[in-house]
């Protein structure tokens, strides 16, 4: 099975910084990798699939990038509402979708 | 509105069984592929099963592997998971999700809210 891996766990940071999440498959899984967006109490969001393509009505300084066993989630300007947990999860042939742990922006 | 509407949580014994029922409105659940994602209390996400449009292809996690299945029924734009000998560390919230149809389309870009389920004697 493939495993992801995220790092950092928690990463601290201010408003308008800019901040890189990174996530690492096991074995390749090309560019068959989503990121999602959750707060406390509610579902996950879509942010980007297929490694780089920004899902419809995510703001632009959202952006993911990568390819194989190495994909960047990239927020430029962070914005409050920005502060959350995020995920990546690989669907690479279909019949496993696995996340990676997750990374908890804070504040700093 | 386009939505999904968990339902089916609730309190059962270690050994029991639930089934969980995922409700669409405003699309035809048939034409998408649908997944099980679960939270454990403060855990991350953990992905459970996965049906495609046929219901020819059903997948699990190895966690849920012989106990779980994966079902959907066009008539009632609904998806389902029956949950046999459940276990305490299947306690978590449940949550259904959508996956596009084809493969260039994005995957789970729309969520239900949860139904929480608690194991436990």
């Known amino acids: 099975d493939i495993q992801m891996t995220q790092s950092p766990s928690t990463l601290s940071a201010s408003v308008g910084d800019r901040v890189s999440i990174t996530c690492r498959a096991s074995?390749?899984?090309?560019?068959?990798l989503a990121w999602y967006q959750q707060k406390p109490g509610k579902a996950p969001k879509l942010l980007i699939y297929?490694?780089?393509t920004l899902e419809r009505g995510v703001p632009s300084r959202f952006s993911g990038n990568g390819s194989g066993t190495e994909f960047t989630l990239t927020v430029d300007s962070l914005q409050p509402d920005d502060f959350a947990t995020y995920y990546c999860q690989e669907y690479n042939n279909f019949s496993t979708w696995t996340f990676g742990q997750g990374t908890r922006v804070e504040i700093k | 509105d386009v939505q999904l509407v968990e339902s089916g949580g609730g309190l059962v014994q270690p050994g029991g069984s639930l089934r969980l029922s995922c409700a669409a409105s405003?699309?035809?659940?048939?034409?998408?592929?649908m997944n099980w994602v679960r939270q454990a209390p403060g855990r991350g996400l953990e992905w459970v099963s996965y049906?495609?449009?046929?219901?020819?292809?059903?997948y699990y996690a190895d966690s849920v592997k012989g106990r779980f299945t994966i079902s959907r029924d066009a008539a009632k734009n609904s998806l389902y998971l029956q949950m046999n000998s459940l276990r305490v560390d299947d306690t978590a919230i449940y949550f259904c999700?959508?996956?596009?149809?084809?493969?260039?389309?994005?995957?789970?870009?729309?969520w239900g809210q949860g139904t929480l389920v608690s194991v436990s004697s």
């Open positions: 405003g699309f035809s659940l048939s034409t998408y592929r």
């Open positions: 297929k490694a780089s």
């Open positions: 999700a959508r996956v596009g149809p084809q493969l260039w389309l994005p995957p789970n870009d729309l």
């Open positions: 074995q390749s899984v090309t560019t068959w």
């Open positions: 049906i495609g449009t046929s219901s020819s292809a059903a």
